[in-house]
């Protein structure tokens, strides 16, 4: 975090960078780095929740934690954006807790960025929300596209509605409401429903679901290529001749890893809150924290709560 | 089908198979590829249903359709089995309106065999019941172990439920309660929640799930697999080298490909229903055929339907 800090602050000359963590141990890990701490305003928190807590602690046992005090400064201080690499359902829960959501806005959505093989796309809710009506999933479909086309740069970002199959007639109650919903939105290009077979290849832009099967989604993608890569690492090593092909293959390897690296995906924002809130994966190396607070500072400058707050539908 | 039916009989010598279908199509295709259609009993069916189709349809305007009529000769006849390869949808909605299900089943569940890291593992249900309730799930739980046990020959399958996260009081409603259920069960070896990014890691043989995310869960594994084999594929026709180094490596990505590929896995189970009805994939080449005949002949052989018919909890 110390380090993805300093090279953020190298990046952005005006950026201020506020650190919520127990102050001696900050002291003693900048110091063990060579960093210092006087570019950097601290807060001083007691505690930390982990991942393996239950995550409600936050608004309790937990409310001294580190992520629980950074969430009520963001509140409560002229801070702007909020960034974290820790438990994804404590920053769910203290954020709700905490922290506004943009007027109109129903249910915040966790947005992970994921890799596709052309390019890159948008899942929203990836877990915030395990249930979501019909209206909620188009308010994600509405955030979504302004997501994509103001910080991701997709011109007309198609979006689609995960579903066991792509006829308008498929899927629960709520799917084919949502459907018919979307459909009707004449500012949304709204491509149908998407089965989650064609999400990785690139079919749409931004994926809408609930949190429970987007997170299903986001894991079992994540799994499979870790097994895929662990398949191929297995055969890249079995003999000499595997050996030195594979050491052919070393630049083309490289780039592939790069492309299925979530830790270039800037992190996954908590869509619908007030002020961006950005979770950073938990195995986040200086680079992804880094890229994670250039995309808070990327929501700041392109108004990306004003746009949600005049374009969605209540 | 008919040259898959032709090495299933190869393979087991006292296999009557009962073809059902448009009969001078039927014969056309034999004489094609020159085979006899003498060693088959044809059910004569005027029509198809297609999976672009509304799977409704197979039990109305197309009653007529060869799944149709298989599936009630299979219900009327002295049939033991149905293998098809034709529309999911279809299928599902024939088979519960056409067939019966074993006393004290609530669901039928669609059961994919999938490849993991070290082996492979059975996901029910993949789509064929949307909304489950608790003591449903616990039914897959029983059905999966069963299958998992005498056909899959596991000794002790370990069964995980797809859920958010591990804990205890993770996911909806229904996931806590089926939790709290399984785990009351002292004859399955249930392991807890698994998040899907562990599934495609082999960590349990049984995956447990409500149909809409157990079909995002499957479809998202394909995808994945598919993306990464099309990212490495243009790596490896990039240039002179890496096609050299593929070429090294071909004998080990022929494996990977064997191993990954659905054709080997014998087809998807309706698992619940009195008499196997097996799914093949859509793409299915004769041996993936040959298979999926093997494995109907497997549950009969293992008397399935009598081992869920004692076990099951209603």
Do not use: W
Request: aromatic share 6%; with cysteine.
């Amino acid at each position: 975090m110390l380090k993805g800090s300093v090279l953020a602050k190298e990046e952005i000359k005006d950026l201020e960078i506020i650190l919520s963590g127990n102050k001696n141990e900050l002291k003693e890990a900048a110091s063990k780095i060579g960093i210092s701490l006087n570019q950097f305003e601290i807060i001083d928190a007691k505690d930390i929740i982990s991942t393996e807590e239950d995550p409600t602690k936050i608004i309790k046992e937990k409310n001294e934690s580190s992520m629980a005090v950074g969430l009520r400064a963001l509140n409560e201080k002229n801070i702007d954006a909020f960034i974290t690499a820790g438990s994804t359902g404590a920053l769910t829960v203290g954020s709700f807790y905490y922290n506004e959501k943009i007027v109109g806005v129903k249910r915040a959505a966790i947005c992970p960025i994921m890799p596709s093989y052309d390019g890159e796309f948008l899942l929203l809710d990836a877990g915030a929300n395990l249930n979501c009506r019909a209206d909620v999933l188009v308010q994600f479909a509405i955030m979504g596209d302004i997501y994509s086309r103001k910080i991701l740069k997709v011109k007309n970002p198609r979006i689609g509605l995960a579903n066991v199959g792509i006829e308008e007639t498929k899927g629960p109650k709520t799917h084919k409401e949502a459907y018919a919903l979307l459909k009707s939105q004449e500012t949304l290009n709204f491509i149908g429903n998407i089965e989650a077979r064609y999400i990785p290849l690139g079919k749409c832009d931004v994926v809408v679901c609930d949190g429970f099967s987007g997170n299903m989604i986001l894991k079992a993608t994540e799994g499979t290529a870790k097994c895929i890569m662990k398949i191929l690492k297995d055969c890249y090593t079995k003999n000499l001749k595997t050996k030195l092909a594979a050491l052919m293959l070393h630049k083309e390897h490289k780039e592939i890893k790069q492309k299925l690296n979530y830790k270039n995906y800037g992190g996954a924002i908590l869509l619908g809150m007030e002020k961006p809130i950005i979770k950073a994966h938990g195995n986040s190396n200086e680079e992804t924290i880094k890229n994670a607070i250039l995309r808070a500072v990327l929501c700041i400058k392109n108004n990306i709560t004003t746009e949600i707050a005049k374009n969605i539908i209540i």
